[in-house]
């Protein structure tokens, strides 16, 4: 076992030891390296003025990613690099592509942001893709600026884009290679424990010693446990670092996502089969919370407003649950207990989360109501799944978020609507018994009766969409 944390710092090595596992990115940064271009705004990962770029080994070239590292642990960088604004510049202070774009367009008054931003469009340019404004905006969505505005910053990110990316990774691959961590990493500091296996078996095993210890995946909830409620967490067992639990595979009439397979990953894949779980996404926190945040642990820590969780309820996923010695399948619906209680037994955890392939007589959808469009807390999460044959309601799926203490099915509407015709008199009737279905608190993203009121009317809009012979279904997309 390994008992030191391995990373690149620009292209500088570092090895730590007997530092607190919890330590964050940002601190570690201002604190210990004293490189304070990397800015503390909300410490919650909302704002973006700490975010960073992260690479990671990929086959014989590196993938950078922004993240945010106020909430993003100091172990996560082992086997990695970490890019910080200090990076960009040439050898000679010539200013970056992204950096110049930013100066020639005046995107910058205060500068708290910008570093931030700078390091958000770096990513976007190390991707070497072609980019529009819509996708220079769903970029930038996790950084906030309150002084220039976003239209200069969003004509930076077109000028810098607009000209090929000349990031070449070979020498920070090969010098990422040099690190030598396939060794499993285990730090004891003061009272803490930090594991990092590399394997799901090497992972039950350790649970079976440690069944209380703290599942860390992407770290973009427990990190606010460190953050916001500065909770001393003794024992952590890391999932990022087993590369099965981030494999996803189309295999049996299923989706099979690996429990720590990251928003981003998965993106793609669920938005191919369902085109609205992919725009629901996208709407999930910021570009850079999707690329450390993990579906599975958006199930795990079991929060009524979970956004993928309603939409998985609809789908009818089942979860597959992995302990030393043996597994059970479990369906997603029957997982969630109470509020922030599941089903998992002492040292068990999800291994993969199976996702039914559509079907061409399925129609489906979901919607997201929030105060703020992007990267924002669901008041209702709503997803449909709908079956009719002769006219008539032969199955139904109903996924709710926001409207009890967890993410629920509305089983008592769903039997109201099966068997009678897809009509709007039927529909009347269910928006009444949905009503009576759920009792949802207020709270400060919304009333109990403003949720009642859009679960309803989301019913209503899915039927509007849906009730036409002729309606368009372009919102499913079945494979060949």
Known sequence: ???????????????????????????????????????EGCAEGDCGACTVVLGEPHGDTVRYRAVNACILFL??????????????????????????????????????????????????????NPINR???NEALAGNLCRCTGYRPIVDAALDACAVPSATDTREAAAQLAALDTAEPLVLQHDGQSYHAPRSIDALAAILSRHPDALLLSGGTDVGLMVTKQHRHLPAIVALDTIPDLAHIEQTGGMLRIGAAATYEDALGALEALYPDFGLLLRRLGSRQIRN??????????????????????????????????GQRALKLEDFFLGYRRTALEPGEFIERIDVPLPQPDWEFRCYKVAKRFDQDISAVCAAFRLQIADGRVRDIRIGLGGMAATPARARNTEQTLIGQRWTETALRTAMHTLDAEFAPISDMRASAAYRGMVARNLLYKFFLETASADAPRTRLAVPA
């Open 75 to 128: 172990p996560a960088l082992d086997g990695k690099q970490v890019l910080t604004v200090e990076h960009l510049r040439g050898a000679d202070g010539t200013l970056h592509p992204v950096q110049q774009a930013m100066v020639d367009r005046h995107a910058s008054q205060c500068g708290f942001c910008t570093p931030g931003f700078v390091m958000s469009l770096f990513a976007l340019y190390a991707a070497g």
């Open 134 to 136: 819509a996708t220079a």
């Open 1 to 39: 076992m390994r008992r030191d944390i391995r990373f690149l710092l620009g292209s500088d090595p570092r090895s730590l030891r007997d530092l607190s596992p919890t330590l964050t990115v940002l601190e570690y940064l201002r604190i210990v390296e004293h490189m304070c271009g990397t800015k």
């Open 292 to 325: 450390r945040g993990t579906i599975g642990g958006n199930i795990g820590n079991a929060s009524p407003i979970g956004d993928a969780t309603p939409v998985l309820i609809a789908l009818d996923a089942t979860l597959l649950l992995r302990r030393d010695g």
